[in-house]
Each structure stands twice: as C-alpha cells, then as structure tokens.
C-alpha cells in the first residue's frame, strides 16, 4: 500500500533493474508517479516496468550508462519527450567489488567502481538538476551506503566512492536548496538484494557473516529502503536537506560492535 502521494509526478529511478532500485520504482509507481526506470540492463528494466504495469502503475524502460553524460542526457530527453517533466529522482545505480587490500586493487577496478557509484550520480544530478529546476523543485535521493560514513576492511575503492557520494550530496543540496531541489541520501546496511547475494556466494554462511554485523539481526529488505527513498521525496521530508540518513539496522551506530 503506497504511503505517499505521487500523483502527477514524474520519478526516475537509476539501477531500477532489481534489488533496492526496482523495490523504489515499484513503489513510487505505486503512490500514483509515473515512473522512469533505468538500468544498463534494458531487459532487467522492462523487467521491472511489466511489474509496476501489472499492478496498475504507468513507467517506461530505459538503456542507460550512468557513466556516459550523453546516456544520461538522452534518457532524460526521453523521459521529458514521454511525461514532459522530472519531479523526484533515485539515484541508485552502484558497483561493489570483492575483499582487495588496498594496495592489491588493480588501476582499472578502482575507477570502475569510482565512475559508477560516484561520477555516475554526479552525472545523473547534472542532468536532472535543471529539469527540475524548469518545474519549480523536485527531490533527489542518491543511495550511498554504511559504507559511505564508515570504513570497511577490504573496501577501499567502495568506500571512497560512497563517502564520496555522501560528499558530493551535501555540496549539491547546498547549492539548490534555495531554488526548491532537496538532494539527500541514504545509507544503508546489509539489504537482502541481488547484489548481497555475490558478495555473500548466495550461502547460507556467507549469510550469516554478514549478518552478524546488523544489531538488529537480520538483513534489510528492499521495501524498507524504498519506504525511507519516498519519505525522503515527499513534502513530509521537506525541511531535510543534505542528509544522510542511516537505514542499516544499527550496524553504523555502534562500528560494528566488538570484534
């Protein structure tokens, strides 16, 4: 049940081809937005689009390579050519990469992780920002991570690039506050997504290692974290600007307890 109002808006979601980006998608469609969902998968997007059009919801399947600025201006071309405007955006898209020592990640994995999770969001703001601003406001959310307000053994490339994005949210809300573009992002923790499956091998242990660092004792759910994504896009988040919010089940609260 949707638990915001979206009706009449227009939402984007990047990465919107599974885990917490077609959790979001799903729901904005679901409080009345007309739904833009990007993925570099275009299958994995029409996958998400038929959902939110079987349940009544209205979207559109975009290719999109957050890295490349002409993806990126094409599909908001495409977005304003179909619904004529962009009131709220996810920015979801990410990479993760295995336990590399610092030292040991290779040139190539550093700035693939970088160009996507962090100049991937820079890029997607750059080109909604003024769509936005044509309408009078809107809302960002970009999905950083724990990761982006802690560090984690192993993580060196991932966590530059979600601290960076944690960075690069405050400086831009900052910059558009006063013309009515709130920008803030989330933090989550361990969220039970595809991509916590390859990070985990999808087993049972590898379930249970991750799990031990949640206070809460279990993982996240999507829904959880498009529950917080909406809330952030609403007028009852109004007065948020250049947050980063912890939804992670406590992990950040306490750096992972005693180890």
Known sequence: MATQDFSGKVAMVTGGGSGMGRSTALAFAAAGARTVVVDLSEESARATVDLIKEQGGEAIALRC???????????????????????????????????????????????????????????????QIPLMLANGGGAIVNNSSAAGLVGFKGQAAYTAAKHGMVGLTKSAALDYAPENVRINAICPGIVDTPMMDRVTGGTSDGRAAVITMEPIGRMGRPEEISATVLWLCSDAASFVVGHALSVDGGMTTGHFGER
């Open 65 to 127: 390579d957050v890295t490349r600025s002409e993806d990126l201006k094409a599909a908001l071309e495409e977005t304003v050519a179909t619904y004529g405007r962009l009131d709220v955006a996810f920015n979801n898209a990410g990479l993760e990469h295995g336990l590399i020592a610092t030292a040991e990640i290779s040139d190539a994995e550093f700035d693939r992780i970088v160009n996507v999770s962090l100049k991937g969001v820079f890029l997607s703001m750059k080109h």
